[in-house]
């Protein structure tokens, strides 16, 4: 079953405007993370956020995470045509089994 | 550093046949997940090990899914006999003991008709 809901399905922008996605989820979280995926990379991780942290900057990328509202969002700036892909949260419950559960993903356009 | 290896990168097959899917993980990562990614969804967990042990696989299919991991190491994922609604793309991923970044490998993608 998809933990995650990202919001919204599709997102169409201009090169150098910025990009925000969202992620809902249902369970506790021991941790929140989020990959890209496109055809030329495959699936790879981006930033994890844990469970005690509100926001997370990595170079372009800002995350942050609401465990009240069981939601993340994830901030891209000054987007880039590299940057189309489709964009997952994965949440994992902690202990032993740290599979993750991912959303059905944002699919992001960057227009040149 | 080489990444995550899996083979074949695509495979068709007719319902009711068998197929396996290999992979070999990053070195030295001893936990290994199986992914299923159906068109249009997010991956799905279908087993993870922690070095050639089990740690979950409450959502592999075990009438028709079987993987295992000898040694630890490379880990095969079977599927018998395949149904239409198997074709998807089944991704392999490592991490290190304790670290929950998981790196994925390019996967394999089935097609069952």
């Known amino acids: 079953s998809q933990q995650g809901e990202e919001d919204p399905q599709a997102l169409s922008i201009q090169e150098g405007e910025n990009a925000t996605m969202n992620c809902s989820y249902k369970?506790?979280?021991?941790?929140l993370q989020w990959y890209r995926q496109n055809s030329g990379r495959g699936l790879v991780h981006l930033i994890l956020?844990?469970?005690?942290?509100r926001e997370k900057h990595s170079g372009r990328l800002r995350v942050t995470l609401d465990t009240s509202k069981k939601s993340s969002s994830l901030l891209i700036t000054a987007s880039r045509a590299a940057d189309t892909a489709s964009y997952f949260c994965?949440?994992?419950?902690?202990?032993?089994?740290?599979?993750?559960?991912f959303g059905k993903g944002t699919h992001l356009i960057i227009q040149p | 550093e080489a990444g995550v290896a899996q083979s074949p990168r695509y495979k068709i097959i007719e319902k009711r046949q068998s197929v396996a899917f290999w992979c070999n993980p990053i070195?030295?990562?001893?936990?290994l997940y199986w992914y299923q990614q159906i068109l249009g969804q997010g991956p799905k967990l279908l087993i993870q090990?922690?070095?050639?042990?089990?740690?979950?696989d409450s959502q592999l299919p075990k009438d028709r899914f079987s993987a295992e991991r000898l040694k630890g190491v490379d880990s095969t994922l079977k599927i018998q006999p395949a149904k239409l609604e198997d074709s998807a793309v089944y991704l392999c991923?490592?991490?290190?003991?304790?670290?929950?970044?998981?790196?994925f490998g390019p996967g394999t993608r089935l097609l069952v008709l």
């Open positions: 956020i844990r469970s005690n942290e």
């Open positions: 090990f922690q070095n050639n042990g089990v740690v979950d």
């Open positions: 991923a490592s991490s290190l003991e304790g670290l929950r970044t998981q790196y």
């Open positions: 994965a949440t994992d419950a902690g202990g032993g089994a740290d599979g993750l559960t």
């Open positions: 369970t506790s979280i021991n941790n």
């Open positions: 070195s030295g990562h001893a936990t």
